[in-house]
Structures are given as structure tokens and as C-alpha cells.
């Protein structure tokens, strides 16, 4: 008996990934960090190495203190330099934790760059990437959920409505992944991945007329893959449409023949029954 097509080899279902292998990515932050002087009392939290007396960024005394202009811009300098320095620091132990298997003690280092920098994207994206990795889906579609609503690039705000739909599907949380997918689309017309993975999730609600529309866009961005084909297939066959879906199987033949020949074995039967029914004329029986 031949071994079902399993789409979790298809690099189309696959998150875009944020962490290690992907560190000097589009979204990582250090490109733009922004470290401005916070107010009274908070950047404390950031583990300032100056006296109360000496930083005015970092306690009330020192916000007390009428010190001149230029000595209050270098002491705001020296601790937005240590944030920045920090959260450098915390990163590299991050990657350093995942390049050794220490998930756990990872995730830790990204949620103190969270608190350095909040709305960090490339902190939020890898936070997200570890959760799924600890099996952690709910706290991962939380988190990508907030990343969803940082403001960003295009191609940013596409890969993370993409991973949120990604997960939420692995979750089996199908109708709420479908927007998902969908804004990904919006954001990034030519992402063949979640063109698929809209696919995936119509073909679950039976909604095959629209499953083939966006099965037909991932084969037109990536038509040397055999994953969209092998699934329009299986659409067109389920809109009792044999002939499409042998066609199908006659263009995969050109260019990918074994999932051809594993798609012929799967639905080849149906497709033959179903183009012989329809050429077998009908008989009246007699009673």
C-alpha cells in the first residue's frame, strides 16, 4: 500500500523562521533599534550599572537634579548605550542556548529582550519559533498574535500573519487560521506558501471552488512544485472533474514522475471510474 502524500516535507507548509538560521534577517531589529531615554523609575528595570545620583534616565533623584543640558543628554547617552548593549547581549545567549538545545532557558533571554524593547519584532518572531518547538501552541498564537499588530514591512507583516496561520492550523484551530492566510496574501500577493496554506484550510471547509482559485496561484509562483499539483488534483477530482485531474497528473508526469506515479495510485482509480461512468450510456431494466 503506498505511504499517503505528507505535506509536512512540503517546504510550503513550513513557518518562516526567525531564530538562529535567520539571525542577520529583515527583522532583526538591530538594524533600527531605537533605545530613547525612558522616564522616572523604569529603566531601572533594565539593570542600569550607574548610581541613582548619576543617571537622570533611570530614577527620580536624578530626575530631581537640575544638572546642565549637556550633562543630562551624555548621561541619557551612556543609558540607552547600555539597553542597546544589553539587549545585544541577550540575544547572543539566545542563539548561542538554541545552538546547544537549551529551549527553555533560550525563551528566557528573548523575554528580556522584551523587556528592553517591547514591541521588538525579531524577539517576538523567535519567542514564537521556540514556543512551537516546546509544543507550546497557545502561548506561540498568542505571541505571533501580538506580532501580528506591530506595525512593519510588507513582507514582514505577511510572514508573521503567515506563521500565525501556520500554527493555528497545526493547532487544528482551522477556521482561524483562514484569515490569517488571507492577510498574508494581501500583504505579500506572490507568497506562494500561503496561497497553500489557504488551500489546505479551504479544503478542510470543502470550499473547493475556492480551494482550486488558490491552489492555481501557488502553482503559478512555483510551478517545479509538485505539492500544488498533487492537491489540484485531488480538488478537481472532488468537483467530479476527472479529466482535469488527469490532466494534472499527465503535467506532473513531465517534471516530478514518481509523485506522479504516487498520485495515480492514490486517486488514479476514481479518476478512471469516474471518466468511465460518464462515457457508459444508461440502460433501462427491465422488470
Avoid at 142 to 169: E, H, K, M
Avoid at 171 to 200: I, S, V
Avoid at 255 to 275: M, Y
Wanted: glycine share 4%; proline share 5%.
Amino acid at each position: 500500500m503506498a505511504a499517503r502524500f505528507d505535506d509536512r516535507r512540503n517546504p510550503q507548509c513550513q513557518p518562516v523562521l526567525c531564530v538562529a538560521a535567520t539571525s542577520g534577517a529583515a527583522l532583526d531589529p538591530c538594524d533600527s533599534l531605537a533605545f530613547s531615554s525612558r522616564g522616572a523609575g523604569s529603566a531601572c528595570t533594565a539593570g542600569c550599572i550607574f548610581s541613582p545620583a548619576a543617571c537622570l534616565g533611570c530614577s527620580e533623584f536624578g530626575q530631581s537634579q537640575h544638572l546642565p543640558a549637556n550633562r543630562r543628554c551624555l548621561v541619557q547617552m551612556i543609558c540607552s548605550l547600555k539597553r542597546r548593549f544589553d539587549y545585544l547581549f541577550s540575544k547572543a545567549q539566545a542563539l548561542i542556548l538554541l545552538a546547544f538545545g537549551q529551549r527553555e532557558q533560550a525563551l528566557s533571554r528573548f523575554d528580556r529582550m522584551l523587556v528592553l524593547l517591547p514591541m521588538d519584532r525579531y524577539a517576538l518572531a523567535s519567542r514564537a519559533h521556540v514556543l512551537v518547538q516546546l509544543n507550546r501552541l497557545d502561548d506561540s498564537i498568542a505571541n505571533l498574535q501580538q506580532l501580528s499588530r506591530v506595525t512593519g514591512t510588507p513582507v514582514q507583516q505577511a510572514a508573521a500573519c503567515f506563521n500565525l496561520g501556520y500554527v493555528l492550523q497545526q493547532n487544528g484551530r482551522h477556521d482561524e487560521a483562514r484569515p490569517a492566510f488571507e492577510k498574508a496574501t494581501e500583504h505579500q500577493p506572490c507568497m506562494d506558501r500561503a496561497w497553500y496554506g489557504l488551500a489546505l484550510v479551504l479544503i478542510r471547509q470543502r470550499q473547493f471552488h475556492e480551494a482550486r482559485l488558490a491552489l492555481q496561484k501557488t502553482t503559478r509562483l512555483q510551478p517545479m512544485s509538485p505539492y500544488g499539483w498533487y492537491r489540484l488534483a485531488e480538488v478537481n477530482l472532488a468537483l467530479s472533474e476527472p479529466e482535469k485531474a488527469r490532466q494534472v497528473i499527465d503535467h506532473l508526469r513531465q517534471f516530478e514522475p514518481k509523485v506522479a506515479a504516487q498520485l495515480e495510485r492514490d486517486i488514479g482509480l476514481s479518476v478512471h471510474l469516474q471518466v468511465n461512468n460518464r462515457h457508459v450510456p444508461t440502460r433501462d431494466v427491465a422488470c
